[in-house]
């Protein structure tokens, strides 16, 4: 007795790309004695023995069900429209690496029931590829040129080469596949040029380049003798600064000293009237206190010669000196000649 049976059994495992499209085949040939409901469905069986099968799509009562598993939305579909025909097989299109898993289509039509496993394996092509150099690049000393890849399914590969003079490695050059590192012990500057790093899996590539420039050994000496030379020039300028600031200030707080000083010590001047009224008071006990032997000397002493700075004032500023009520003593007796004792008048001046 012949019953239901399925032909596509020559893979049973896919190895895609993420972006690509994939086709998981699952064709079957029915029997006369299979006269139930065809219906052909397929789960994605979970890592996890533990967990339930996932419906991704499934056709049952001449009708496609594809809305069980969120994640393949609008990305899953039945190759053949009509699956009727014999094919049941299921297209997954922009693949993700989450869709790597076990897959599995069970066709029924009662009584025959099939079943079949694929295995689909989803890779990250290398991308993101980045080239550098760790090390001094000098003439004797040991350069490593690093590639890495920041995205990409393992196992990656790195390939050097050199695509610039001889496009060899340098003999002394020590490559290393896995980890993408390339050494050039005791490089000279024959080793200078343009390298070139490919990364690979199995399902893509990506590349990056370094320029190498091997240089003659720096002169440290006169780089530290010059940052010497520099420090302590810099160092002298600042105490120069601080120099002078320090002394400005002493000078004007000597200033303020000095100053506050006169303001304390010198007595305030006298007003003008005050110095004109001792002037002329003075004048007056002397005259009364000459005798007739010292009188000689001033009976022709002219008043206009009374200092002019006690008595240049304005007529409103001098004040009025009455007219002197002493009488003036006897002089005739005394064999002196008489002498005349200056008054001030109303006005300020001298009569």
Request: net charge neutral.
């Amino acid at each position: 007795t012949r019953s239901l049976s399925i032909t596509s059994v020559d893979q049973s495992m896919f190895e895609k790309a993420q972006g690509e499209k994939v086709t998981l085949p699952c064709t079957f040939v029915l029997s006369e004695e299979d006269e139930g409901p065809l219906d052909i469905e397929w789960v994605l069986i979970p890592a996890d023995n533990q967990k339930k099968e996932q419906i991704i799509i499934m056709y049952a009562v001449d009708r496609i069900y594809n809305h069980y598993y969120a994640a393949m939305t609008g990305r899953m579909q039945f190759t053949n429209p009509d699956p009727r025909s014999g094919d049941g097989s299921l297209d997954i299109l922009n693949l993700k690496s989450a869709d790597t898993g076990t897959y599995q289509c069970k066709v029924k039509k009662a009584p025959g029931v099939q079943s079949q496993k694929i295995q689909l394996t989803v890779l990250v092509k290398p991308a993101r590829t980045k080239c550098s150099i760790e090390g001094s690049q000098e003439i004797g000393k040991d350069v490593i040129l690093k590639c890495e890849s920041q995205e990409g399914s393992p196992l990656l590969s790195y390939d050097w080469r050199r695509v610039s003079g001889t496009q060899e490695l340098p003999a002394t050059s020590i490559p290393n596949k896995n980890t993408g590192e390339l050494l050039l012990k005791n490089a000279s500057q024959d080793y200078s040029g343009t390298y070139n790093c490919v990364a690979s899996n199995r399902v893509g590539t990506d590349e990056c380049s370094v320029e190498l420039n091997v240089t003659p050994p720096i002169n440290t000496a006169g780089i530290i003798a010059g940052a010497i030379i520099g420090t302590l020039l810099g160092v002298s300028v600042l105490v120069m600064l601080v120099f002078f600031c320090c002394k400005k200030h002493r000078e004007k707080k000597y200033e303020k000293e000095v100053h506050h000083d006169i303001r304390e010590d010198v007595p305030p001047p006298k007003s003008r009237s005050s110095t004109a009224r001792s002037y002329i008071g003075s004048n007056r006990s002397s005259l009364g206190s000459m005798s007739p032997s010292n009188m000689e000397g001033y009976t022709k002493t002219s008043y206009s010669q009374v200092p002019s700075e006690d008595f240049e004032r304005t007529p409103g500023q001098n004040p009025t000196f009455a007219p002197s009520k002493v009488a003036a003593p006897n002089l005739s007796r005394m064999g002196a000649v008489p002498v005349m004792i200056p008054a001030q008048s109303k006005d300020g001046s001298i009569v």
